[in-house]
């Protein structure tokens, strides 16, 4: 769940007990521009015991479970392909996650995935890799911190 939607689930909540922001602000200790700022989605960041406290006022469950399916095989696929010829498929990139090996010309894309696609979609797809390939998750990542290094990557979190 992103920082907005908490949010609008707290303007909701708030509408649901007749609260204002300034009603609400004061119960949670929080200032009123902090909690219009929430609401409408213009917060960048609201640190864990401020949100909490929030929530806990208006009866919100903050619960963390992953993501429903978010298809990261295709994202990262067709992120990779975007300035390329070639297009490297789910399936191939499923297979080089799974054997450590990088389909022959597909170099460029990889790099792409690993240097450039978000890091929430090269974690998805990654354990779908390992979900239909039964590789376990630990033998890709090490695949992924070879691939960095062997590729001169310049984002380091895979090594």
Do not use: C
């Amino acid at each position: 769940m992103q920082l907005y939607e908490i949010g609008q689930s707290v303007a909701r909540r708030r509408a649901e007990l007749d609260l204002t922001q300034a009603q609400l602000a004061k119960l949670s200790g929080l200032s009123r521009f902090t909690v219009n700022q929430l609401e409408t989605g213009k917060v960048k960041d609201l640190g864990i015991n401020k949100l909490i406290s929030l929530l806990t006022v208006l009866g919100i469950e903050l619960t963390a479970s992953p993501r429903p399916e978010q298809k990261g095989l295709f994202k990262a696929s067709v992120s990779a392909n975007v300035s390329y010829k070639g297009k490297l498929t789910e399936a191939q990139l499923a297979r080089a996650f799974a054997t450590g090996e990088i389909p022959a010309g597909y170099e460029p894309q990889v790099s792409v995935i690993l240097d450039e696609v978000p890091v929430p979609v090269v974690v998805k797809a990654v354990e779908e890799a390992a979900r239909s390939s039964g590789v376990a998750l630990k033998k890709i990542w090490k695949n992924l911190a070879a691939w960095s290094k062997d590729l001169h990557l310049y984002r380091r979190v895979w090594e």
